[in-house]
């Protein structure tokens, strides 16, 4: 229903859309959008829609409805009522924290291969993101691991995207490393990230083009979270 802008450009900062519906809970629907819907571990997108006289719905984050699968656009506390089906609007995605996101997310796919273990679930942010492992005895530190890692960002590996139809992943499990999240399935394909020849997964996030963009990032800690699971967090470095 709604096209996803996001999954072919994630550096989109602005669109134009038509207001297709406003839900009874004020959530909106666009017939195309570039706000990135909760998944995956990466947060929905907030902003604003511009309306064509020049007033904004602030837009606090994104969701997909469970039963239509509809993209959710959730407003702000009030501001609901300010848009009706069929306004034209102009979608502005909070791109400071997006771009974050994205850097965040490409160092997490790094890091699972420096950690070349099962994950099993993660979270994206801002400021601090985290992978958790299926790793029985696990034998490194936090310096360790962030040396791998920088070393990984500092080739400037190209971060690319393509498609396969759901027979060809059925045909290649091994491609999936994370246990919790199943890659977005639903359109008959799914698509792959590519980093350089180091990491092929499918994932529906967001990510910059190139790993030199990450920038430079730490591991802060390694949790011990059960018997077998490791959480380890990473951060940006100014």
């Known amino acids: 229903m709604t096209e996803e802008l996001f999954r072919q450009d994630a550096y989109l900062t602005t669109c134009d859309a038509t207001v297709l519906a406003v839900n009874d809970d004020g959530s909106i629907i666009l017939d195309r959008t570039i706000f990135y819907i909760t998944g995956g571990g990466q ?4 902003g604003y829609l511009e309306k064509q ?8 984050t994104t969701r997909k409805d469970r039963e239509t699968g509809a993209l959710l656009h959730l407003a702000q506390d009030g501001q609901d009522g300010k848009v009706n089906a069929g306004d034209k609007v102009t979608c502005h995605i909070n791109w400071e924290t ?4 994205m850097r965040h997310h490409t160092a997490l796919h790094l890091l699972s291969v420096v950690v070349p273990f099962a994950v099993t679930g993660g979270q ?3 400021v601090e993101s985290r992978l958790d492992f299926n790793i029985p005895d696990p ?21 690319t995207m393509r498609w396969i139809t759901d027979e060809e992943m059925d045909a290649q499990p091994e491609l999936v490393k994370t246990m919790a999240v199943q890659p977005p399935r639903g359109s008959g394909k799914v698509r792959l990230v590519a980093i350089g ?10 990510h910059v083009k190139q ?9 802060t800690k390694i949790e011990n979270k059960g018997k077998q699971n490791r959480r380890i967090r990473i951060r940006f470095v100014d």
Do not use: W
């Open 124 to 126: 994206i942010g801002a």
């Open 43 to 46: 947060p929905g997108d907030s």
């Open 197 to 206: 020849d180091v990491d092929l997964q499918p994932c529906g996030g967001t």
């Open 53 to 60: 006289d020049g007033s904004h719905i602030d837009i606090v």
């Open 98 to 101: 997006r771009y974050k996101y």
């Open 139 to 159: 034998d490194f530190d936090k310096e360790g691991l962030t040396e791998k890692l920088m070393a990984l960002i500092n080739q400037d590996h190209a971060v």
């Open 211 to 219: 790993t030199s963009e990450i920038g430079s990032v730490a591991v």
